[in-house]
């Protein structure tokens, strides 16, 4: 008698190595609201961030057949000062593609690439995740949200350098002609995670991005570093402010161009004005 051989296929490796990706993260104990400080967001985000690549690289779709036309998957963190509980505390993973059933007739699926068109929808495999408690992201530069360091000895403000602000790079390439979808930096996307595809909308809320590209890439020109600290947040419809506890201790994900994550307990390790390699 002779045995069959035969090996594994790329897409079944990807599944597996998704699985020990979630799989990881629940043993390391971190969940929604559950402690872990700072080490702890900084894995789960880490861990996030390369479950987006491998979907990426699977090229998964928002139906069950599997089939996707033009996908894009992100990590979308919460910008929305209106919402005090989870403005720069949650996030959600998002994965867009077109809808060929709501293309117009006689219009080729492959060439709808605009964010913005009714027929580019989105949805979220999972539901929304907080990061640890009094954990928050450090937005980029620019933001509405007032980053407050702490008070020297003297009783002084201390300042925060370029390197304790996350950095998000604009998408490189023309993804929406809209404002539901912006991809200067830092991206920016309107949209309610839900696990049902829909276009976007205005009365989503705002959710900075960071998108992998289906060859598992960074889809962003520049840096894509993400900064973490030990903060509490005052927060109403009018503004937002974050009191960084300690101007000294931050957790870092960075995001290479090819999409390896690299991390960090030292804001020094990332130079601002440097590209990664």
């Known amino acids: 008698m002779t045995r069959a051989r035969r090996g594994f296929t790329l897409i079944e490796l990807l ?120 954990v928050y992201f450090i937005p980029p530069k620019g933001s509405t949200t007032t980053i407050n360091a702490p008070v020297d000895d003297s009783g002084a403000r201390m300042v925060l350098t370029d390197n304790q602000y996350s950095v998000i790079g604009p998408i490189a390439d023309t993804a929406s002609s809209g404002v539901l979808d912006t991809t200067t930096s830092p991206p920016k996307m309107l949209f309610t995670p839900v696990n049902q595809p829909q276009a976007l909308s205005a009365g989503g809320k705002s959710w900075y991005y960071i998108e992998l590209q289906s060859s598992g890439a960074s889809n962003h020109l520049g840096k894509v570093v993400l900064i973490l600290a030990n903060a509490a947040l005052r927060s109403d419809t009018q503004k937002a402010e974050l009191d960084i506890i300690n101007i000294k201790q931050f957790a870092i994900i960075a995001v290479r161009p090819n999409g390896d994550v690299v991390i960090s307990n030292d804001s020094d390790d990332i130079d601002t004005k440097k590209e990664l390699k």
């Open 15 to 134: 599944v597996v190595i998704t699985i020990i990706l979630l799989i990881s993260a629940l043993f390391l104990g971190i969940s929604t609201g559950d402690g872990g400080g700072l080490k702890g967001g900084q894995r789960i985000i880490a861990s996030t961030i390369r479950s987006v690549r491998a979907m990426a690289l699977m090229n998964r779709g928002a139906y069950s057949s599997g089939i996707t036309y033009n996908g894009r998957y992100r990590l979308l963190i919460l910008n929305d000062p209106t919402d005090p509980v989870n403005h720069l505390h949650q996030f959600v993973v998002a994965v867009g593609c077109v809808d060929s059933s709501k293309v117009s007739a006689g219009v080729d699926p492959t060439s709808v690439t605009d964010t913005a068109n009714s027929a580019y929808v989105w949805f979220a495999p999972e539901q929304p995740t907080s990061l640890p408690n009094g």
